[in-house]
């Protein structure tokens, strides 16, 4: 099983922004197709984004379209999720997903511990 190890979630005031990272193996980077997830107190686990094998090709959730950049970094096996003008609702627990080959936007096949982000209104 991949480890995927996520850093950069906190406190922000609305409209804010904030930017996660999550590294991973050389191996599951160059072979995986990278996203993220999040899940809300009493909610399940959502889409947010994706990003192909490549980075040719990225998806967004239609609530953080034109807010939420996702990139992906060859150099240091890195993935990130710039997140700004963030909301209230926007506050979670985002954890990074990697599936082999294909960018994961309904399942992954490994996950990251989680991280969280909290936005004040």
């Known amino acids: 099983q991949a480890q995927l190890v996520e850093s950069g979630g906190g406190l922000v005031q609305a409209g804010g922004s904030l930017r996660l990272s999550c590294q991973t193996s050389g191996r599951t980077f160059i072979t995986s197709g990278m996203g993220w997830f999040r899940q809300a107190p009493g909610k399940e686990r959502e889409f947010v984004a994706a990003?192909?094998?490549?980075?040719?090709?990225?998806f967004y959730a239609d609530s953080v379209k034109g807010r939420f950049t996702i990139s992906r970094d060859l150099t240091t096996y890195t993935v990130y999720l710039q997140m700004n003008n963030l909301k209230p609702e926007d506050t979670a627990i985002y954890y990074c997903?990697?599936?082999?080959?294909?960018?994961?936007?309904?399942?992954?096949?490994?996950w990251g511990q989680g991280t969280q982000v909290t936005v004040s209104s």
């Open positions: 990003i192909t094998l490549n980075g040719d090709t990225t």
């Open positions: 997903a990697a599936r082999r080959l294909v960018p994961p936007r309904d399942r992954a096949d490994d």
